[in-house]
């Protein structure tokens, strides 16, 4: 988060995009609903 910080303080593109974030995000909420389902493929 420092390095999300410095860059809109510079206006600069931050290492990780938001985009990558997003994504990883999509597959944890994926794996709980696999939980939730008792271990069912969930499609990301």
Request: hydrophobic content about 40%.
């Amino acid at each position: 988060m420092d390095n999300d910080a410095l860059a809109i303080k510079e206006n600069k593109s931050p290492v990780v995009p938001g985009e990558d974030g997003l994504a990883d995000i999509r597959v944890v909420e994926a794996i709980f609903t696999s939980a939730r389902r008792g271990g069912e493929r969930v499609e990301i």
